[in-house]
């Protein structure tokens, strides 16, 4: 007899399941359906709030911004990430567990006292509102990810294998980058779209850092929230649905994603 | 080899000492400094007296134990939730596993915001549910779900839910199925089994689990100021306010050493607690 | 195809001593096993001639060049790794290209030398899979053409064969050997297995505790151990304590004594150390009395566990076809024993 879950357990588990997707569900109903409150069943259905967000300026200038902040983040924090991890892994720098320990530190902090200390150490070398310190800031908060991705990936990985490189005529970056970055990719890939959605997420943070103009999606839909409840604000959180769907479907595909979680 | 690590891991360590460190450092004199309405921080003066505020004001007071105190809840309810559903992954039918794990993760992966957004949709006066308990005739006026517990329970168990369940999956894969089915040639029943096998096997992936739901919902800033509202506060909104509303940097500095201190505790207490389990699992 | 030679190499690591103050040097095209227990230094040894550890003291040299302080990638060995190190994304085709391809070899001459290297190990026609999908047999054969092909000018192996199973690893000695023999490339082979190492190399090196014990032909090694460890360490010794008697002989006790090649001053105590392979029995004549106690059938060979006395008990073989192979406990028996097989060691 195998310990597989009961009745109950599983009608417990089902109900979870729908819990966890309820509030998508709504809304994606809420994007599409007439009213400004949603009803069931709606009482109509209209693309007019999509049409709305997609040509409002400060939507549209919130989108790029909170696209070039991931993207760019995640470059950064991939390239840094990956050479320290791999300094750490192959123990080459003295102290590399108060090292390792020091680019986890984020993961660790409370973000909002993240925030606050940026704040602060911004207001006073005058970078807040910049471009370039909400950058560093988004690097500090999703360069753990790519550090775990990486760490757990160079564990895994026969040390004997760049050595066989070597013995074969590579040098030590020919070695790395015939052998064993093509074999950490999937792990560097999981970790990049887990430092990206981090960065396309992120508020506590950042909500402390942006000027009055520049502004991300994230902190819009939250400012935009508090004034009241907007159907645009469904449709623009719709648009986050499906590309997070998409993305995660995606990279469930190409390279099982599940088993870097 | 030691020049190449330096080289290697330099930028990065560079890139935090610069933007992480020295900023976190920075802010805990802050709390030390001395706040004056209308004026701000005062040049020169040192004083206990925000930390003293958060020790003695009621207000300060009681919105700490809310924090904790959420805190606990929001993991036993993860807990409760979670169990069952990770359960149904690991050991359910195989060909379900995949569909569960990724409807597990996507709410994960999910914009916070908008995940805290769809709740007040579902939760508000003229939101989903009172309308349609009041199209149903089941209630004459909306009854209240957000600016209070129960609007911050749901959405924060939301929330860390999934972290939850992907923690005790990992835990309850980990169970040697031999040491069951031992069991239960041995004479227990399947309660039994569960209770006396499953459930201490499974106990780290719970210690580690609850850790993360508790520090991270004892943390939270999004859903607690969207679903709580201005009013209902907790640790970290009280701290966004301190510094955005109110400009009280000292008492704002030191709310954030005091939460960052728990936080770090919790952490480093589990890990001792984990160490020692750890020495026990080495027979298995 | 070069000699090899280290020149006092020593190598510490922390305070641990892990090779100390080896001497040696291998012929061109000569093979040589390094023998001995793990942990003994033997690969320290084998990876600090492909770079891979830097001795603490001492060179190293290939032919007349002094290789100590080069980088592996400029060393031109090739080495055959324990795990085989096989790169899982690439194909058996791009394993084997791997060393050429960063020799600047392409085109028609790289598959040519890729093929050969392939025929070589008999391997043809695999090229385009994927390690994963071949057998350990197999996997094995793509990392010896992968060593091969560069032409290195020497070849190293780190316990290649011990994944493999007891079929194929013989197998695989006589084909590795017969390889050697046609490439004609200095060959360093470390191993713990001393069967491998007495029936492929030209001389074997045994070591212990980071010193060189012998280093001298198989049957040097086998029949003349220059040192206590050998003696204990090769063949399959009976271990017995005794002391050294009056007339030269070992006292086993209970009355056994035992000719010994060279024994010691007389009331010395000893650890005798005899092979099973050494003691033939016969039903009757010269030899030691004693009882068969235990018989143990495995195959080609039979062994039995004879008491000479009380608290005197050895371990002797006999082919499982020949006219001693049927005794059955209780029978009594008569054991010759040469004196030259028997070691008397100063008891530890």
Known sequence: ?261 | MKRHGIALAGPLALVLAAFFLAPALLTLPTGFREYVPGQGITAGSWTLDAYRDIVSDDFYREVLWRTLGLGLAVTVICLLLGYPLAWMIARGPARLRMPLLLLVIFPMMLNLVVRSFGWIALLANRGLINNLLTDLGLIATPVKMMFNLTGMLVGLVHIYLPFMVLMLVAAIQNVPRDVEAAAMTLGSTRRHVFLAITLPLTAPGILAGSILVFVLTISALVTPRMLGGPTYRVMATLIYDEYMQMLDWPTGSALAFVLTAIALAIIWAANRVARRWSGMGAVT | MSRLAFERVGKSFGTTEVVRDVSLSVAEGEFAALLGPSGCGKTTLLRMVAGLVAPSTGRVLIGAQDVTALSPDKRGVGLVFQSYALFPHLTVFENVAFGLRRQRVSGAALSERVEAALAMVRLPGLAARRPSELSGGQQQRVAIARAIAPRPRVLLFDEPLSNLDAQLRDEMQIELKRLQRSLGITTLFVTHDQSEALSMADRVCVMAHGVVQQFDTPEAVYHRPATAFVAGFIGRPNRLAGRIAADGRIDLGGGVLLAAGEAGAPGTAVEAIIRQEAISIAGDGDGLPGTIVLRAFNGARVQYVVRLAEGVELVAETASSGSQAGLEPGTPVRLAIAPGAVFALPAA
């Open chain 1, 1 to 261: 007899m195998e310990m597989a879950p009961g009745r109950i357990a599983t009608w417990a588990a089902w109900a979870v399941i729908v819990f966890l997707q309820l509030p998508v569900l709504v809304v994606v109903l809420a994007a599409f359906s007439t009213t400004s409150y949603l009803t069931i069943p709606p009482q109509g259905w209209t693309l007019a709030w999509f049409a709305k967000v997609l040509s409002d300026p400060a939507w549209l200038a919130a989108i790029r911004m909170s696209l070039f902040l991931a993207f760019g983040a995640t470059a950064i924090a991939l390239a840094l990430g990956t050479a320290a991890a791999y300094a750490i892994a192959r123990r080459m720098v003295p102290g590399a567990d108060a090292l390792t320990a020091l680019v986890m530190a984020p993961l660790v902090m409370p973000s909002v006292v993240i925030g606050v200390a940026l704040l602060q150490f911004y207001a006073l070398t005058g970078l807040r509102g910049s471009i370039f310190g909400l950058l560093m800031a988004h690097v500090v908060i999703t360069v753990p990810y790519i550090i775990r991705a990486a760490l757990t990936s160079l564990a895994g990985l026969d040390g004997a294998l760049e050595e066989a490189a070597r013995v074969l005529g590579a040098t030590g970056p020919e070695a790395f980058r015939l052998v064993t970055l093509p074999l950490i990719r999937p792990g560097l890939v999981a970790g990049a779209l887990f430092a990206f959605i981090t960065s396309l997420d992120n508020v506590p943070v950042t909500i402390f850092l942006i000027s009055a103009r520049q502004t991300t999606l994230p902190v819009l839909i939250f400012s935009s929230v508090e004034m009241g409840v907007d159907p645009s604000v469904a449709a623009i959180s719709t648009l986050l649905i499906i590309a997070t769907g998409g993305i995660l479907l995606l990279a469930e595909r190409r390279f099982g994603f599940h088993r870097f979680i």
